[in-house]
């Protein structure tokens, strides 16, 4: 099956500051890649999300990157701000079409520092 | 504005007690998933529908089942619950097929003592 590696695991950036999380997954087969971001006690909620047939989507300051050939993707936030601060969750789909579920990565804590 | 609920926010049961978890979306969505998290592992897929009486194993399905006899609605089963079954347990739904975003609901956090 499908495994998604995330790193890193807790990432503290000054405010204003870049962060980039990354993400590996293993089944070449796979072809949605979204990110969500959850913030403290409430659900997990998309942010951004990307298929295998582009390599790079920008939304204001939240941008996808996809390497197909190495498996790997990445989110950067540019201009962080408090509001960022939230446990963001890289994932895969499953079986890479249909109505899959997703596979996640373990998480990112991100922390913006004032 | 798409909604998903969920039966409870909170569930406290016993050790080999049938657990119900239910969930209801609003958005005609074909698509229902369940998803456990815990702290450190992230989203774990357990089950998932395509369509009314249709079901899929995830990657952890052992200990529980499903049920999905209306497209609204999907009930996660805990035959026997166990202690290693206290987690978060969060609904998902989506529309279509190919990947597209999915909707989660607020969540139950299930106790098993």
């Known amino acids: 099956g499908e495994n998604v590696e995330q790193h890193p695991s807790t990432l503290s950036v000054q405010e204003g500051d870049s962060a980039v999380i990354k993400c590996t997954y293993s089944?070449?087969?796979?072809?949605?890649f979204p990110w969500y971001k959850q913030e403290l006690g409430k659900r997990p909620q998309l942010i951004i999300d990307?298929?295998?047939?582009?390599g790079e989507k920008k939304d204001q300051r939240i941008a996808v990157t996809l390497n197909k050939t190495a498996k790997h993707f990445s989110l950067h936030i540019t201009e962080t701000q408090p509001e960022d601060s939230a446990v963001y969750f890289c994932a895969a789909s499953k079986r890479g079409g249909g109505a899959d579920g997703l596979t996640f990565g373990k998480g990112t804590h991100l922390i913006i520092q004032p | 504005d798409v909604k998903v609920t969920q039966s409870s926010r909170y569930l406290v049961k016993r050790t080999g007690e049938k657990v119900f978890l239910e969930c209801v979306q609003d958005m005609d969505h074909e698509n229902m998933f369940w998803y456990r998290q815990d702290p450190g592992l992230g989203l774990r897929l357990i089950y998932f529908?395509?369509?009314?009486?249709?079901?899929e194993k995830g990657d952890i399905p052992e200990g529980y089942s499903v049920s999905r006899e209306k497209k609204e609605r999907f009930s996660l089963i805990l035959e026997s619950a166990s202690t290693n079954q206290t987690s978060m347990y969060l609904c998902?739904?989506?529309?279509?097929?190919?990947?597209?975003?999915?909707?989660f609901g607020p969540g139950t956090r299930l106790t098993v003592t």
């Open positions: 998902a739904s989506s529309y279509g097929t190919g990947g597209h975003e999915q909707y």
């Open positions: 529908s395509y369509d009314v009486k249709m079901k």
């Open positions: 990307i298929r295998s047939n582009v």
């Open positions: 089944d070449s087969a796979s072809n949605y």
